[in-house]
Every structure is written in C-alpha cells, then in structure tokens.
Nanobody
C-alpha cells in the first residue's frame, strides 16, 4: 500500500511559480513510476506530467511543456512539479499518482494510488 501526500499549492498571480511536492510512504518509492494530474471544476482529470522510477524519462502534456518540470528524489520518497509562468487556465486541484505496474502511461487508469490533491489558483 502506498500513501501519497501533496503540498505546495496556493494562490499565485499569473506569471508566477509554485513548486508542488508529493511524498510517498512505504519503502518501494524507487520502484514506482509517478505522475501528476489536475482537475478543474466541472472538468475531467487531465494528465500533466510523468516520470519514470529512475527519473531518466519524463513526459508532459502539451499545455504545460516548457513551463512545468517534473523531478524526483528517491532518497526522500518525493516527486516534485515545478510550475513556472502560470496562467489562469492552470487553476485546478493537482494530484500526484503512483504506477506500481510500470505502465508509464498518460491515462489515469494506469495509476493505482492517488493523493488527496492540492489546490493551485492562478489569478489574472
């Protein structure tokens, strides 16, 4: 069983930055591919970024490419999402998720464990 706890969300002006963190419990973090998703009110949960268990491979949604960076520190059981040049349309609840079966997909269905989410609000 993996438990995920996100932090780092908040209110920021357009053009600003936030660093989101997600810390996992359990000894198997380095065996998990990890992902970030987001869900705006009234919309579906969308893929944002993913990172392989070693950190050697990353993927991004086109909407955040060049602005967001996913990284991980396996010694700290933590995955990060650095968000830069934020836009009002980035406003959402951001969730981290863990993929223990190493499918490394962009679909929410490949992730078995989810955090409770952290709110990011970008004002114009």
């Amino acid at each position: 069983q993996v438990q995920l706890v996100e932090s780092g969300g908040g209110l920021v002006q357009a053009g600003g930055s936030l660093r989101l963190s997600c810390t996992a419990s359990g000894p198997t973090f380095s065996n998990l591919h990890m992902g970030w998703f987001r869900q705006a009110p009234g919309k579906e949960r969308d893929f944002v970024a993913s990172i392989s268990r070693s950190g050697g491979s990353t993927y991004y949604a086109d909407s955040v490419k060049g602005r967001f960076t996913i990284s991980r520190d396996n010694a700290k059981n933590t995955v990060y999402l650095q968000t830069n040049t934020l836009k009002p349309e980035d406003t959402a609840v951001y969730y981290c998720a863990a993929d223990p079966n190493l499918r490394f997909g962009k679909s929410a269905s490949v992730y078995d464990y989810w955090g409770q989410g952290t709110q990011v609000t970008v004002s114009s």
